[in-house]
């Protein structure tokens, strides 16, 4: 009995001994990773970070110069921006810096001393003015301006108009900014204020543009197709050479034309071209119409609708209020009525797609609105129903090449 008894009390202690051992080692052990973690801290604590370039950011704002934003918001001396300047010279000119843009500066992470600019020129192109040699006494700055680096993506849309092709887009999820440029590449064809119909159709090919994995914009339209009223209009971006890089229909025709369908960014046709007599009760008128009323908002754009020589850019005492008339050719004029301010001069040249006056109400106007009118040999006439002749088709030489395009984008609009 006695001998179990000293057994026992053998095991006991054993397990006491071994307890208090391993109890030992982990304190030891915890005081090693203690001491351990400690270490690295004072470690991390001790290295300072890499240092790395500082880069600052100044909008440009209304009103502001380049060298405004330079001297008075980045505090650099006149001489170095305007050092700057001389150097961005023969590719960009900063003056022409636009407001809402950033100017980006960046500071040598050892000297702070300023080593480049950055400036996105436009959705193409970035500028960059480097200084070449921070170690010389009187600094040399190289210009440079390069594509920016977009990653491409390519995407089809397609829409039905409900209400118009603005709600279509919002419908489909499509960037409003795609929807302009779908209107831009018909807009020798088809009048998007009076044209389009309830049910129409759409679908297109464009260009989705990323950077660093973010969606940008859109991008150039690849092809486009619209079912105006059961009719369907197609057109095709080609590259038929380093000269000819533009939108062609389904036949190879240039889309661009003598004239565009609307003069303005409008909202909606308020009174449309009549050839008898109409009442206005404001002014308790009866009167003709040979011509196309565009409601829009007062200060909208006017476009001059092709080419040509302002012959009258001043008031009108006919009732047109301020009025702008362009000669196109010894065939066609145009007239702009009832702008609220002028845009050019009697006697300028103007170019298709120029901005010649805003939207206004002036003269015999009960609203703003752009009246506009269409001569033809003297005579007044219908622009929307102006048959315009084609433009210049694609060379029998790169037809084929066309052709393969077309087929290539029309089997992606299909699916």
């Known amino acids: 009995m006695f001998k179990k008894f000293l057994i026992f009390l053998i095991i006991i202690g054993g397990a006491y001994m071994s307890y208090h051992f391993y109890s030992a080692k982990k304190i030891q052990a915890r005081a090693l990773n203690e001491e351990q973690k400690n270490h690295?801290?004072?470690?991390?604590?001790?290295?300072p970070p890499e240092k790395t370039d500082r880069i600052a950011k100044f909008e440009i704002?209304?009103?502001t110069t380049f060298a405004q934003v330079m001297t008075d918001k980045a505090s650099t001396t006149y001489g170095v921006a305007m050092e700057i300047y001389n150097a961005a010279l023969p590719v960009y000119d900063l003056t022409k810096v636009k407001q809402g843009k950033i100017i980006e500066l960046v500071y040598d992470k050892d000297s702070d001393e300023l080593k480049e600019l950055r400036y996105k020129v436009d959705s193409e192109d970035e500028l960059f003015v480097r200084q070449t040699s921070l170690a010389s006494s009187s600094a040399i700055w190289k210009e440079e301006k390069k594509p920016i680096p977009y990653e491409i993506r390519e995407r089809v849309a397609k829409g039905t108009v409900k209400t118009s092709m603005y709600q279509a887009a919002i419908d489909d999820n499509i960037d409003i900014k795609a929807i302009i440029e779908l209107a831009n590449v018909f807009q020798w064809t088809i009048d998007f204020a009076m044209d389009p119909r309830v049910g129409d159709t759409f679908e297109f090919v464009y260009e989705e543009r990323y950077l660093d994995g973010e969606y940008v914009m859109p991008g150039r339209i690849f092809a486009g197709k619209y079912v105006n009223a059961g009719t369907e209009v197609a057109m095709y971006y080609?590259?038929?050479?380093?000269?000819n890089k533009a939108y062609f229909d389904e036949k190879g025709n240039a889309a661009q034309k003598m004239f565009l369908k609307a003069p303005v960014e409008f909202r909606y046709i308020s009174s449309g071209f009549t050839t008898g007599k109409r009442y206005v009760e404001a002014f308790n008128v009866s009167t003709g119409h040979r011509a196309i009323d565009y409601a829009a908002s007062a200060g909208t754009p006017i476009r001059a609708v092709g080419d040509g020589v302002v012959t009258h850019a001043s008031w009108s005492t006919a009732g047109y209020g301020n009025l702008t008339s362009i000669r196109h050719n010894g065939t066609y004029s145009t007239n702009y009525g009832h702008q609220s301010r002028f845009a050019v001069k009697a006697g300028e040249r103007v170019k298709q797609g120029q901005i010649i006056g805003y939207?206004?109400?002036?003269?015999?106007s009960t609203g703003p609105h752009l009246h506009y009118e269409m001569v033809k040999n003297g005579t007044k006439i219908n622009p929307l129903l102006e048959v315009q002749p084609p433009g210049e088709p694609i060379k029998a030489e790169n037809k084929q090449r066309f052709l393969d395009l077309q087929k290539?984008?029309?089997?992606?609009?299909?699916k």
């Open 408 to 414: 290539l984008y029309n089997d992606k609009m299909a």
């Open 359 to 364: 939207v206004g109400s002036t003269g015999f």
């Open 61 to 63: 704002g209304e009103g």
């Open 238 to 243: 080609f590259e038929e050479s380093e000269s």
């Open 40 to 47: 690295l801290m004072a470690e991390a604590t001790s290295t």
